[in-house]
């Protein structure tokens, strides 16, 4: 649904995205990366408000820039949290409506129905200058899902959501995703990200520094060590049995004499093991837990090294 | 109906309370000038004289004061705003959506300009009938849709062009239709003085002649200034909806 061909964007000297090429298609895919990474410029480009300085962006196979084509088919949820701030929640997702080509009646009917699926029909009467962060991230979804689009680009949806929103929201994509919807979330929160999807674009100073499922990057990522922490009540005797394991690079105590932290280059091998000691030697482990099994350890890998 | 529904709802927030308010106040200051006016005055210029010159000082300065000021609310104020991304994200063909903004803050241009010309001719002329007001109703007209048109160009072309617009408004519109020889015709207040067709004014100060754009020697004729009026609104629409729509333009914070 969305494509782009060694696609580069230059403000003046500056460059915002610098020849990415990618294709995405349904289902939730994240788009992860720092502030400044290129996140927003990319939407910019994939909604048509900015054109490529070189290559290509297609989206249905259009070119999406100021393309009322693209657009009947596609919702954004901006990144930017500033509104009509006079008008009521309902009167704003209904204009939006009526741009997207419904008529008063549709568009009423529409509004009522986006409002009701973002959790706002309540409180949509209510004057947005009256709003919290997270109502106004409602009614900006409200407004992307107003044409039931085939694709919707949403850039930092989770920001001042609350826990119970941030849940509804996630649900809320995940049942989208279900119906064959293409949705692209950007965001610089990566355990937010990796609660919604494993299929990520990873954005660093412009450039895609990896795409694809995140195990499979996780994967590609074997030559640096896989840490895993181990919570026992006996960390120097889980120590010693460890540490001379061959595929065992490291181990360390934690201050708290709690658990210990050990690096692997073969983390199946070490955990078929760990199970063994465990089971059949009675080992004192509590429990254990990789910190290197989420998307920030990855982002640190690809962005730091 | 998409078109009609984008002039519609540009034109209703054109028209919000506050702002009505303000030129409402602006319209019934002019009757109040036009009454200290023919207080001060009294035994000097006859009333017609006293209104054409309110005219051309006052009224056809505020027209394009209005015009700046609408039009800046056209597009710049939405990316000033950032609001732009929600109409630029719409299945709306740009030049459809420009257009119809621009219209409609024509329209609001013209309602202003009409108040403020009534107010000038109620305080100064009262209950008794104005020859000059129609022929001023209609150039106010002419030029509320050139200044607006003109204006979102330039506000399309450059950031914070409201420094322009007022300058141009206040400057250029004052000054070149006092030059000599044929400057004059660089100017859209010399094609609105042909336009309303006002008499010679006698007996004022040439400091008041000056600020009026009178002191120069205007040739125009009516259907001149049609002609070139037109011309300008017509290739200011175009030339906006072609630009606006092969240029990007997102909130302004990201543009810089």
């Not at chain 2, 023919?38 to 006859?46: A, D, F, N, Y």
Request: charged share 20%.
């Amino acid at each position: 649904m969305i494509r782009l061909e060694q696609a580069s964007k230059w403000y003046g000297q500056v460059i915002g995205v610098n020849d990415v090429t990618c294709q995405i298609g349904p289902g939730v895919t994240a788009l992860l990366g720092m502030n400044g990474a290129g996140k927003s410029t990319l939407m910019r480009l994939v909604t048509g408000q900015m054109f490529p300085t070189t290559g290509s962006v297609t989206v249905f196979g259009m070119d999406p820039f100021a393309n009322p084509q693209v657009f009947r088919r596609l919702g954004y949820c901006p990144e930017i949290d500033n509104f009509y701030e006079h008008q009521s929640g309902r009167k704003f997702v209904y204009t939006m409506a009526r741009f997207s080509g419904f008529g008063h009646r549709q568009a009423q009917t529409r509004a009522e129905e986006v409002l009701q699926q973002v959790g706002m029909l309540e409180r949509s009467d209510r004057k947005i200058a009256g709003y919290s962060k997270g109502m106004r991230q409602r009614i900006k979804l409200a407004q992307a899902m107003i044409e039931d689009p085939e694709v919707i680009l949403l850039d930092e949806p989770l920001n001042g959501l609350d826990p119970v929103g941030r849940r509804e929201f996630m649900d809320l994509l995940a049942a989208l995703a279900a119906k064959g919807k293409c949705i692209l979330v950007s965001s610089h929160i990566l355990f937010e990200v990796e609660q919604m999807t494993r299929s990520i674009l990873l954005l660093h100073r412009g450039r895609l520094l990896a795409t694809g499922d995140l195990k499979v990057i996780r994967q590609l990522l074997d030559k640096y060590p896989h840490r895993v922490r181990i919570d026992t009540s006996d960390p120097r005797e889980v120590a010693a049995r460890l540490v001379s394991l061959p595929y065992v690079i490291s181990v360390q105590f934690e201050p708290r004499g709690t658990g210990i932290e050990i690096q692997t280059r073969e983390p199946n091998q070490f955990y078929d093991y760990l199970s063994t000691l465990v089971l059949e030697e009675g080992l004192p482990i509590e429990g254990y837990a990789s910190p290197d099994n989420n998307l920030e350890s990855i982002f640190k890998y690809l962005v730091l090294t | 109906m998409m078109a009609a529904f984008i002039f519609r709802q540009a034109l209703s927030d054109f028209v919000r309370f506050r702002r009505v308010v303000v030129w409402a106040l602006v319209a019934l200051a002019l009757g109040g000038i036009a009454q200290i006016f023919i207080l001060v005055t009294e035994g000097g210029p006859s009333r017609q004289d006293l209104y054409s010159l309110m005219s051309s000082i006052i009224t056809f300065r505020l027209v394009a004061l209005a015009a700046a000021i609408f039009s800046m609310a056209v597009v710049a104020q939405e990316i000033e705003q950032k609001t732009i991304v929600y109409l630029l994200t719409r299945p709306i063909p740009r030049w459809m959506l420009l257009t119809m903004r621009t219209l409609a803050a024509t329209t609001v241009v013209i309602l202003v300009a009409w108040a403020c010309a009534l107010s000038t001719s109620v305080g100064i002329f009262g209950s008794q009938p104005n020859p000059q007001l129609p022929r001023d109703l209609v150039a106010l007209a002419m030029g509320a849709a050139a200044y607006t048109s003109l204006f979102v160009v330039v506000s399309l072309f450059i950031n914070r062009a409201m420094i322009v617009c007022l300058l141009f408004a206040f400057g250029w519109e004052t000054l070149i239709p006092n030059m000599s020889g044929q400057l004059y015709m660089l100017s859209i207040n010399s094609y609105l003085n042909a336009l309303s067709e006002r008499p010679a004014i006698k007996g004022t100060d040439d400091l008041f002649q000056a600020l009026g754009g009178l002191l120069g020697t205007n040739t125009l004729t009516t259907d001149t200034a049609w002609a070139v009026l037109i011309a300008i609104i017509a290739a200011c629409l175009g030339l906006g909806a072609l630009w606006f729509t092969r240029n990007e333009y997102i909130p302004r914070e990201d543009a810089e």
